[in-house]
């Protein structure tokens, strides 16, 4: 972890933003939505998650309420009927507040247009971290969010490395850096069709 004015950056976040930026830097989006978010989200790197998308509408979706008109106040789990399909969902470090994840993921997924993109940025091996009006309930692997999303396609997912190392240990999985993470990023497309 390191410090910035307003406070200390998680390694987990520095990837976060990172693969974001690699992952989304040649795709064309006119509409972004951030679920688990307010207008203004910083990315606590010294930027907000709006400025990484200067050409595009920027919307909000959270349980909290926000009185922007870039803000949409909702469930995820509950349909959201009405609402114009996006090129773009981001939904970083959400998932594993959502209640009920398998009930969110088809609303999630129905708020892509076809060809759009859906980002994951999951914590894996994470402290506990729960608000006023969520908890902290789950934590994935890139498998189950194939899973979970499994209308979509993977585009590209990466791991965050993790500062766990189990050592003297009979088992040679443990040895492999890719068996043991701080958390990833996933890239998902809905098919044209």
Partial sequence: MWSLPYGPVSN???????FLRS?????????????????????????IYEMYFPNSEFITLDLGEN??????????????????????????????HIDRPWLAAPNITRMLKPGGHLYVAMPFFYP???GPYYGD????????????????????????????VA???????????????AGFSMLLRRPLV
């Fill in 23 to 47: 992952y989304t830097a040649d795709l064309s989006v006119g509409r972004v939505l951030n679920l688990g978010a307010m207008p203004d989200a910083p990315d606590k790197e010294g930027a």
């Fill in 167 to 181: 050592i003297r240990d009979r088992k040679t999985y443990w040895q492999n850096p890719k068996n043991h993470y």
């Fill in 12 to 18: 987990f976040r520095i990837h976060q933003n990172k």
């Fill in 67 to 96: 009185s922007s008109p870039k803000h949409i106040t909702a469930d995820l789990m509950v349909e959201q009927k009405g609402l114009d399909p996006f090129d773009l969902v981001l939904a970083m470090s959400v998932i594993e």
């Fill in 128 to 130: 506990v971290h729960e």
């Fill in 137 to 164: 309930h789950w934590r994935a692997t890139p498998s189950a969010i194939r899973h979970l999303f499994d209308q979509l396609e993977e585009v590209t997912h990466d791991l965050y490395p993790s500062s766990i």
